[in-house]
């Protein structure tokens, strides 16, 4: 049986003591996959991709936090030919404790280094589904969101939660640019589009915008 490709699968994990969503992306009878995001414990979705026969296309991260990249020296070694890739302004995260903010939680963390770079307006091509990179930056400075417009589907990583919205309080963060982040960058998709955020149940945007009590779609 032939399935149709261009319907991407988005399959949640939710690993670790910080509950972190982390996500394998795939597509009917496709065999390369994603996997975006890489928490602790992530051997349950490896046992996963291998269980599907799927081969990991890309390693992709929505921004350099310790609880999404403590897992991704064993999914890397699971996998070492597919590419990590990061938003530049974070590439150097996944080596520096401090800014990983692994330092603080007692176990400094340094991940194996980024292969490449995403960039805002990055196009990326998994089977027929065209999926575009949006530079999210305010919870941390290289946040971005993976949008996949055909289906709608964003993966937003901790920018925008159901009901909540990103942490900025870290040194890191910026709360005028989060705002920003949302307002101009995740408001303006269709009001249909499913939000994985990378902690808590999904979303949609319509339901963020009517009734996110931190950001509405009426302030802009
Ligand atoms: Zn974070
Ligand atoms: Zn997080």
């Given at each position: 049986?032939?399935?149709?490709?261009?319907?991407?699968?988005?399959?949640?994990?939710?690993?670790?003591?910080?509950?972190?969503?982390?996500?394998?992306?795939?597509?009917?009878?496709?065999?390369?996959?994603?996997?975006?995001?890489?928490?602790?414990?992530?051997?349950?979705?490896?046992?996963?991709?291998?269980?599907?026969?799927?081969?990991?296309?890309?390693?992709?991260?929505?921004?350099?936090?310790?609880?999404?990249?403590?897992?991704?020296?064993?999914?890397?070694?699971?996998?070492?030919?597919?590419?990590?890739?990061?938003?530049?302004?974070?590439?150097?995260?996944?080596?520096?404790?401090?800014?990983?903010?692994?330092?603080?939680?007692?176990?400094?963390?340094?991940?194996?280094?980024?292969?490449?770079?995403?960039?805002?307006?990055?196009?990326?091509?998994?089977?027929?589904?065209?999926?575009?990179?949006?530079?999210?930056?305010?919870?941390?400075?290289?946040?971005?969101?993976?949008?996949?417009?055909?289906?709608?589907?964003?993966?937003?990583?901790?920018?925008?939660?159901?009901?909540?919205?990103?942490?900025?309080?870290?040194?890191?963060?910026?709360?005028?640019?989060?705002?920003?982040?949302?307002?101009?960058?995740?408001?303006?998709?269709?009001?249909?589009?499913?939000?994985?955020?990378?902690?808590g149940p999904a979303t949609t945007i319509g339901s963020e915008k009517g009734t996110n009590p931190y950001v509405r779609a009426e302030a802009v």
């Amino acid at each position: 049986m032939t399935e149709p490709t261009g319907t991407p699968l988005i399959e949640g994990y939710t690993l670790g003591p910080f509950a972190t969503n982390c996500f394998i992306v795939r597509e009917p009878g496709l065999e390369a996959c994603w996997i975006v995001d890489a928490g602790f414990r992530p051997e349950v979705m490896i046992e996963r991709v291998r269980a599907l026969g799927l081969t990991p296309s890309a390693i992709l991260l929505t921004h350099a936090h310790a609880d999404h990249i403590a897992g991704l020296e064993v999914v890397k070694g699971a996998f070492p030919e597919a590419p990590i890739l990061i938003h530049a302004a974070e590439r150097e995260w996944l080596q520096t404790p401090e800014l990983n903010l692994s330092a603080g939680l007692g176990t400094p963390l340094v991940a194996p280094a980024a292969d490449g770079t995403l960039e805002d307006g990055q196009k990326l091509m998994l089977g027929e589904s065209a999926w575009r990179v949006i530079h999210t930056p305010g919870h941390s400075p290289g946040g971005v969101t993976l949008y996949c417009e055909s289906a709608p589907i964003a993966l937003v990583g901790d920018t925008l939660f159901a009901g909540s919205i990103g942490r900025y309080d870290f040194p890191t963060s910026d709360g005028p640019v989060l705002f920003a982040s949302i307002r101009e960058k995740l408001y303006t998709l269709p009001d249909a589009t499913i939000v994985h955020p990378g902690h808590g149940p999904a979303t949609t945007i319509g339901s963020e915008k009517g009734t996110n009590p931190y950001v509405r779609a009426e302030a802009v």
